[in-house]
């Protein structure tokens, strides 16, 4: 089993800067690769950032290219998720998932760990 814990969410102006992390626990050997998601009220979730878990491939939706980082502090094997210029439609809960696959995946049904999420509102 693989625990993720969310931290980092919060309310911001268009605009700003948050930073996201997720703290991994338990069998983090079984990790490929850690994915961020995210889901607006209404919304189905969607693909936001992938990172391979013990290299540097990343995978990016496009709209948020340019924007967010996704990264790793291996000391802590904790994910990270630097979001800039963040925009009203950027609002939403935030999950990151393990996925226990080679290949970076952008479908939320091949993840199979997920954490609790976190609030991401960012005002206009």
């Known amino acids: 089993q693989v625990q993720l814990v969310e931290s980092g969410g919060g309310l911001v102006q268009a605009g700003g800067s948050l930073r996201l992390s997720c703290a991994a626990s338990?069998?983090?050997?079984?990790?490929?690769?850690m994915g961020w998601f995210r889901q607006a009220p209404g919304k189905e979730r969607e693909f936001v950032a992938v990172?391979?878990?013990?290299?540097?491939?990343?995978d990016y939706a496009d709209s948020v290219k340019g924007r967010f980082t996704i990264s790793r502090d291996g000391a802590e094997n904790t994910l990270l998720l630097q979001m800039n210029s963040l925009k009203p439609e950027d609002t939403a809960v935030y999950y990151c998932?393990?996925?226990?696959?080679?290949?970076?995946?952008?479908?939320?049904?091949?993840?199979?760990?997920w954490g609790q999420g976190t609030q991401v509102t960012v005002s206009s």
């Open positions: 338990g069998r983090t050997v079984r990790i490929w690769n």
């Open positions: 990172l391979r878990w013990s290299g540097s491939a990343t």
């Open positions: 998932a393990a996925h226990q696959q080679s290949g970076l995946s952008r479908r939320p049904s091949e993840y199979t760990y």
